[in-house]
């Protein structure tokens, strides 16, 4: 495997071995992330890319042919998205669920109960069967499903054309390292060549993953708690000093160990963000900046991390981070200016790439971008047709302007730290912000909006350099991997809301967060909100600051990340901490005993062994649980 891509000879891994294992995906692992969605809040998707992987790989080595390492890396790539799927349909439930509330039904808005205000395309009417029913398979849903089906393929389209930009730009142009992109590569370089000191490596690591699993995971999906997940709580010992604080540690072994293969300036910035906002920012703006009322009038003492963040995010970090990403989006135009300029020009000229030579070149910027604008204006009519009232520069600039920056920051940030930041969903605020529409459809629906999905594509294209995969398999795997998505998903979403109501006791979760769900619509719809622009616009000149920063601090030979402090704005501090202590520990303490090359050469396969012990174990366990609790429901 060859990370030049001069030098790559792309091979096709396309072929009915993957469409099999999309398959298992789509009818195994797929309506089990369902159901743990509806129960946990949580999916399946890690333990499905490693125990396929190795199912895979095993039945393959019996019957004397292996899979290559094209076709491993598109089941590592592809498989797991399609596992942690949760259908649009989800939606669809909770819609239902929002119209027959008494509660929604109890709001007058434009002299109407506003459960009367939800179109038909959205949601079928209060009146409408399918609620009593509980079924999507009734013609009350086909506007409804005329529109998903329109929506997906629009997003699909837009998401690839994308991707294909920013690959150019960040893998060809920038050569950014993609550090979790590497361990990926490692992991199939282990299982299709097998070298003695990587594997030695992989599977000393594997039982790690293991035992750590065992300890922390198992107790848990049993409904013990042993130890506390995600994270020790230290909240209720420090309010008295500290309130509003979130502070804690993470219980997730996982976490440390994310943290291995970033350098410890970036693991260090994301940890300063998270406590400028979570830690120092909280307090601050409870006792001595008291800017935000409601933030003050809402908390008290005994919260603990989960409300506090909940209560905190909505009432004072929403609006910042929303500005957090217009700032960068300006200042990483004028970063990133001298390898913007290279980009348009490879692509406004006909020159040939080099990656040509290997059989694979990239479509025009000009076709790429048309096919981008294409696929948005397209979202955007539809749009302005369902939903004439609203003004209709708002979606132009948010489904052209933001989705194209938000993209382009997402990418970078996974380019250099592996992650990318939670970017805020737009459309909400800006809605509540920037118009008078006091409907209910405009604040569900939306055009097509990019806040970082695309990231992870650009990642997967990087491992399909490192492992001479042509990235056109990679892309037709994807647009296979949504079909089925969106096929199969109809089907399970429909029988588990045939099996109980939603939300009700049998799904846990649901009952929890659906409510909540509610009154956060509700409290956008009749506009109860204090979104101020003067928050937005804080965030916007922090990141410009930053990126001024780094900037002026790498002229000078210090190492400074502006995007990982502004991910760590994201993050929870007991995360951001476990990864900064896992970054220390493989960059200064490790190489001690091993040596620095040598750990070096193993550090990926250590952390994708790790990584395939801890999914073998929580697969098993789900599966178990699953078993276990399959009949409960039944009259006998």
């Not at 795997?477 to 079909?483: F, H, N, Q, W």
């Not at 616009?537 to 402090?565: N, Q, Y």
């Amino acid at each position: 495997m060859q990370e030049n891509p001069g030098e790559i000879e792309f091979k096709r891994g396309f072929t009915w071995r993957i469409v099999l294992a999309l398959l298992i995906a789509a009818l195994v692992f797929m309506p089990a992330s369902i159901y743990l969605n509806l129960v946990a809040g949580t999916t399946v998707a890690g333990a499905a890319i490693y125990v396929i992987v190795l199912i895979f790989d095993e039945f393959s080595k019996r019957f004397g042919v292996r899979l290559t390492p094209q076709e491993l890396f598109l089941i590592f790539a592809v498989v797991g998205g399609l596992a942690a799927t949760i259908p649009p349909y989800y939606w669809w439930v909770y819609r239902a669920f929002f119209a027959t509330s008494p509660f929604t039904s109890s709001i007058i808005v434009k002299g109407a109960p506003l459960s009367n205000l939800i179109p038909s395309w959205l949601s079928p009417p209060p009146s409408s069967p399918v609620h009593e029913l509980r079924t999507l398979f009734h013609a009350d849903w086909i506007p409804a499903l005329t529109i998903t089906l329109a929506s997906s393929i629009i997003y699909m389209v837009c998401d690839l054309s994308l991707a294909l930009m920013f690959s150019k730009l960040f893998i060809e142009i920038e050569e950014l390292p993609f550090p979790f992109a590497q361990i990926n590569a490692s992991l199939i370089n282990v299982l299709t060549k097998e070298p003695p000191e990587q594997m030695r490596s992989f599977m000393y690591a594997l039982y790690f993953g293991m035992i750590f699993a065992g300890f922390t995971y198992l107790p848990y999906i049993a409904g013990l708690q042993l130890v506390p997940l995600p994270w020790a709580d230290f909240t209720s010992f420090t309010q008295t000093y500290l309130p509003g604080a979130i502070l804690g540690i993470s219980t997730d072994p996982g976490t440390y160990v994310s943290g291995f293969v970033l350098p410890p300036y970036v693991t260090a910035c994301m940890l300063i963000g998270s406590i400028i906002t979570w830690t120092a920012g909280n307090t601050l703006l409870l006792t001595s900046l008291k800017l935000f009322p409601e933030w003050v009038a809402e908390y008290h003492y005994g919260m603990g991390i989960n409300l506090i963040y909940q209560r905190s995010y909505l009432r004072v970090w929403l609006p910042f981070q929303f500005g957090l990403v217009v700032g960068y989006s300006i200042i990483i135009i004028f970063m990133m200016r001298h390898g913007l300029s290279s980009f348009i020009k490879i692509f406004f000229t006909r020159r040939t790439s080099e990656v040509k030579k290997a059989g694979f070149q990239y479509p025009s910027f000009k076709v790429l971008m048309g096919i981008y604008l294409l696929g948005t204006l397209i979202s955007v009519g539809i749009f302005h047709y369902l939903i004439p009232e609203y003004p209709l520069h708002i979606p132009l600039i948010i489904s052209i302007g933001f989705s194209f920056f938000a993209s382009l920051i997402a990418s970078q940030s996974v380019g250099i730290t592996g992650q990318y930041p939670v970017i805020p969903w737009p459309w909400k605020p800006v809605t509540y912000l920037f118009t008078d529409y006091t409907g209910v459809a405009g604040f569900w629906f939306a055009p097509y909006i990019s806040i970082g999905s695309v990231a992870g594509i650009v990642a997967s294209t990087k491992t399909a350099y490192l492992t001479e995969t042509h990235p056109l398999d990679l892309y037709k795997t994807m647009i296979l991997s949504s079909v089925l998505a969106l096929s199969f998903g109809f089907v399970f979403m429909d029988f588990f809301w045939r099996m109980a109501p939603i939300p009700s006791s049998v799904y846990p979760y649901t009952m929890v967060y659906w409510p909540t769900y509610i009154m956060e619509d509700l409290m956008y719809i009749t506009r109860k909100l204090n979104f101020r622009v003067s928050t937005v616009s804080g965030g916007a000149i922090f990141a410009i600051i930053l990126g001024i920063l780094e900037m002026a601090l790498g002229k000078i030979g210090i190492p400074f990340s502006a995007i990982a402090l502004i991910t760590g704005t994201y993050v929870l501090t007991p995360v951001t901490c476990a990864q900064f202590l896992g970054s220390l520990i493989s960059w200064y303490i490790i190489p001690r005993f091993t040596g620095k090359e040598r750990w070096e050469r193993r550090r990926n396969t250590f952390v994708a062994g790790f990584f395939t012990g801890t999914s073998l174990i929580v697969a098993i366990g789900f599966a178990f649980a699953l078993l276990s609790r399959a009949t409960w429901i039944w009259p006998w």
